[in-house]
């Protein structure tokens, strides 16, 4: 079965493998395609969430890096690695998030389309809005969380809050 309890936690896709390294911030944010975004930009928008929300929501993580590269993001209380085997498994999974921490590669667009959540992109990488203007979910790209987010997260049911932003 592909249910990883998604609804109750974030999922995050990070790209590494075939993806170039250590872009300059610029080249990310004008959207140089096929680059691995920071690790360290995972760990604090992960960060921002919880903080926002007041609590340690899990984090289901799906990456084609090692757990060394991964070391930063893995570290974090609450973040656990999964793998269903098969790309488009994995992506099934993911589409079951209310929130999803987005790589700028073309298997976290699928996630996005598919799934229709709540999404957090890196300046630049985002690479196409998904969504309609009438749809409950939303799309940004963002290094910090803006505060409309933060304070919809702030309550004990952040969540269900995050769904109707």
């Known amino acids: 079965a592909l249910d990883v309890g998604a609804e109750e936690a974030m999922c995050t896709h990070v790209r590494l493998g075939d993806f170039h ?3 300059t911030e610029t080249d990310l944010k004008q959207g140089v395609p096929n680059a691995s975004i920071p690790i360290a930009w995972y760990v604090h928008i992960v960060q921002q969430i919880r903080k926002a929300a007041g609590r340690e929501l899990p984090v289901y993580l799906f ?8 070391q930063e993001l893995l570290e974090l209380p609450g973040v656990t690695r999964k ?10 999974a993911m589409t079951q998030a209310k929130l999803f921490i987005a790589s700028g590669s073309t298997f976290s667009r699928w996630v996005r389309y598919l799934g229709r959540m709540n999404t957090i ?10 969504l309609e203007d009438n749809e409950a979910a939303w799309e940004i790209e963002a290094e ?8 919809r997260l702030k309550n004990s049911n952040a969540h269900q809050q ?3 932003m």
């Open 162 to 164: 995050a769904v109707q």
């Open 63 to 70: 990456s084609d890096g090692t757990d060394e590269e991964l």
């Open 21 to 23: 390294r250590q872009m």
């Open 83 to 92: 793998s269903f085997g098969t790309a488009i498994a994995d992506i099934m």
């Open 144 to 151: 910090d969380l803006p505060e409309a987010i933060c304070s």
């Open 121 to 130: 992109c890196y300046p630049g990488q985002m690479g196409q809005r998904l």
